[in-house]
Structures are given as C-alpha cells and as structure tokens.
C-alpha cells in the first residue's frame, strides 16, 4: 500500500474491479488561463502608460510653460519656439526667469503627499473610485493647461497631472499583489513607454507646427483608455500560481519577514486584511535597503532634468533652446523605457551601484554647466540616454525584488510604501534646482 500510493492512484469501478492509473503528464494551462494572463499583462501595461503620461508631457512642456505668452483674444497659446526670457542679460545661459523645477515641483509635490499617506488608510477607499478620480484629474490636467492664461493656472493644471499619476501609482502598484509576479515587469515597461510615447509626442507634434494648446488637448484620450484599460481589460484576480521561475528565485532570497506566506491567498482587492503597526514597521525597516537607493538615483536624475537641462545650452546648433530642451526630455525617456521593459533580459540585486552611477552622472554635468568643456551637444545626448537607463534599471529592479522578497500578505502594504521613493528624491532635487538655477542664472 506504501510503495504504490506514491506511484499510482487506485480506483474501483461498480463491479469492484480495481484498476491502475498511471500519472499523467502535465497539462498546458487552460486557454481560458493563458488568455487572462495576456489581458492582465496587457492591462497593466496600459494602466502603466497611460497613468504616467500626463506626469511626463506637463515635464516635457516645462519650458513652454514658464515661457507663456498671453494671445489675443480669448485663447491662450504658446509659441511653439518662445523666445526667452532672460533672467539677467549679462548671463551666459539664456535662463527662463523661474527654473523648470517649479514645474517638476508642482508635478510631484502632490504626488509625494498622497504617497506618505496611502499606507496609513488609503487601501480603505476601494479601487474603482480610485481608479476613476485618477482618470478625471489626468483630462482636466490637460484642458486646465491648454487653456490657461496665465502660469500660475498653468501650474494648477500640472498640479492636478501629478494628482493623477500619484494616486495611480499608489492604486496600480497595490494592486499587482493581488495579481501574478509578472505584471510587474509590465507595468514598468507601460510607466517607461508612458516617458517615451508622451516626450516623443509632444517633441513631434511642437515640431510640424503644432501649438502646445492643441497639442495637449489631443491627448485627452489617455485617460479615457486609462479607465477602459482599468474596468474592461483587467480580469478578476483570483488565486496567485505558486509555481514557476519567480518562486524559485524567490526561496533562495532571504524575505522581508520571516514568516511563511500562505500558497494561494484568499483575499482580493478592497478586502485585505489588516495589519498591525508592528508588522508595518518590520515591513518598514526590511525596505530600506531598496528606498534609499532609489531616492538618491531620482534626486541625481531630476536634478539633472530639471535643474541643469535648462542650462545644457548650445548656440552652435540649429536646435532652438526650447528644441534642445525637449530632445532631451524625450532622450532620458527613452533611456528609461528600455531599461523598465529590460527585467526578462537581465536582473539586478544590488541597485546601490546604480545610485552611485546617477550620481557621478550628476557631477559630470553639473560641471559642464560650470566650465562648458563638452564641444557637442550630441554627447550630452548620449549621457542622457545612458542617464535614463539608469533610472529606469533602478526602478523595475527595485519593485521586482520586493515582489520577489516579500510574503504575500505584506506586499501590498510594501508597494504602497516603497513607491514613496522615487518621488522623495524627486522632491529633494527640485526644491534644491530652483536656487542653483537662480544663482548660475546670475553668472555673467
């Protein structure tokens, strides 16, 4: 009885006859599984591209904005090409009066206070309403702005784009947890494309003519598929598949906590279970050594973005100022969608080296702003590139070893919590360009 229980499975027909069954070899997944499997994978690459989008067109309109001009009659427009105005004519830089970080500020100031408060109670308000506000303030993001008058309504236009992209971010990375490891890796490449498609969009459509006014108010159907992306594409979660190469790589890491997880967890969206503030802690320390690298890589990275971009100025080029400024923009994005959609090619444990490579990158510039030794502006093209591969390297790499090292009850409390980082970093840099711009500004 012991040597074949293991072996075969034994059953009796209605005449008592006993027959033997051989094990069966493993079955394919079902279609119906594999089909959810590309619409989830689909799913949260959309949500991922359109949830950034707005995030990175109001970055990649920076320029344009501050350089706002007032049109007759009772449109707002802004050349396509302004010319700027100078902070000081004796300057050698041709600075905007205010530095593009108060356009990174207000993108990402309101993103960073929902994001330190999303792990106190946000995971109380369920995801739909969520989902839907984020949608809302993402089109009126763009209609605010298209039809300001003024920067500071401009400004309260980017305010409402970084609502947006917070509170989506906090939303759609809370989410995988209830959804295989995988989609993790999407939602990173769709928050990468979301760099590339709305830099390169707005670099194109400025570029053949178009006014940023209309240019932004033909955007407004990204937040339409955000939504239909959300409540059509995105099957029900159900039980997570405990098999497969993500466990395996994930049993020999040493986890967050050191508490089993269950194998299949029972609990879905807008029912998780509580945890205690002790447990938050634990969780809370144990993300430390992923936080704080990816704080310093994004307050290297933005600081170079918005507080020295401006400043990488050439004259010897047939790009204007504003032109230069967008090809940049769109380069570092493209870096970073690359390096976001890389995690199946290669992994990266220790994402220390790449703060510490961002860093460099932000001495290297920001001594060429000083002493102006680059002879081509095709060089800095390619430090932006390689600057927005490390950017977007540190970020994919990051959630996917918290994935990988936190037990399923925790991990949508981790990602909640952990996704506060880069936009701490990101803060940090803008509030310390806006000096830098003004005192560089004043050198003649």
């Not at 959609?341 to 220390?352: A, D, G, P, V």
């Amino acid at each position: 009885m012991g040597g074949s229980a293991g072996s075969r499975r034994r059953l009796s027909d209605s005449e008592g006859e006993v027959t033997a069954q051989e094990p069966r070899e493993p079955r394919p997944p079902p279609p119906d599984r594999q089909g959810a499997h590309w619409k989830n994978a689909m799913g949260f690459w959309l949500l991922g591209l359109c949830n950034n989008f707005s995030y990175v067109v109001m970055l990649s309109a920076a320029h344009d904005i501050l350089s706002h001009k007032r049109a007759s009659g009772n449109q707002s427009h802004v050349d396509p090409d302004p010319v700027p105005t100078p902070h000081n004519n004796s300057s050698r830089f041709d600075c905007n009066s205010v530095s593009t970080a108060a356009v990174l500020l207000a993108d990402i100031l309101p993103t960073l206070v929902i994001k330190l408060l999303a792990p106190l109670g946000l995971h109380l308000l369920p995801y739909s309403p969520r989902v839907l506000f984020s949608g809302v303030c993402a089109a009126g993001s763009f209609i605010l702005v298209a039809f300001s008058h003024s920067v500071v309504t401009s400004l309260c236009g980017v305010v409402l784009a970084s609502i947006s992209s917070g509170l989506g971010e906090v939303t759609f990375l809370s989410l995988t947890a209830f959804y295989p490891r995988a989609v993790i890796s999407w939602w990173s490449s769709g928050t990468g494309g979301a760099g590339l498609l709305g830099a390169l969009s707005y670099l194109g459509l400025t570029q053949v003519g178009l006014s940023p006014q209309h240019t932004l108010l033909s955007m407004l159907g990204i937040p339409a598929l955000l939504l239909a992306s959300y409540f059509f594409l995105l099957t029900s979660p159900g039980p997570q598949d405990p098999g497969g190469e993500e466990e395996a790589e994930r049993a020999a890491r040493q986890p967050l906590m050191s508490s089993e997880a269950p194998e299949a967890p029972e609990w879905k969206p807008d029912s998780s279970p509580s945890l205690s503030l002790q447990e938050k802690w634990t969780v809370f320390k144990g993300l430390q050594c992923y936080i704080l690298p990816l704080v310093l890589v994004y307050f290297a990275e933005y600081f170079i973005n918005q507080g020295l971009f401006e400043l990488l100025f050439f004259r010897n080029t047939s790009l204007s100022h504003a032109q230069q400024y967008r090809w940049y923009q769109m380069l570092y994005q493209a870096g970073v969608f690359a390096s976001r959609s890389s995690l199946r090619c290669f992994r990266i444990q220790f994402t220390w080296a790449l703060a510490l490579l961002q860093c460099f990158n932000l001495v290297f510039l920001l001594l060429d702003v000083w002493l102006s030794f680059l002879p081509s502006i095709y060089l800095v093209f390619l430090i932006v590139l390689y600057e927005g591969l490390l950017g977007g390297a540190a970020y994919v790499n990051t959630f996917h070893n918290i994935a990988l090292e936190t037990s399923d009850e925790h991990r949508e409390f981790a990602m909640a919590t952990a996704c506060v980082s880069d936009t701490l970093g990101i803060s940090l840099s803008g509030l310390l360009a806006l000096p830098l711009h003004d005192f560089l500004c004043r050198l003649s």
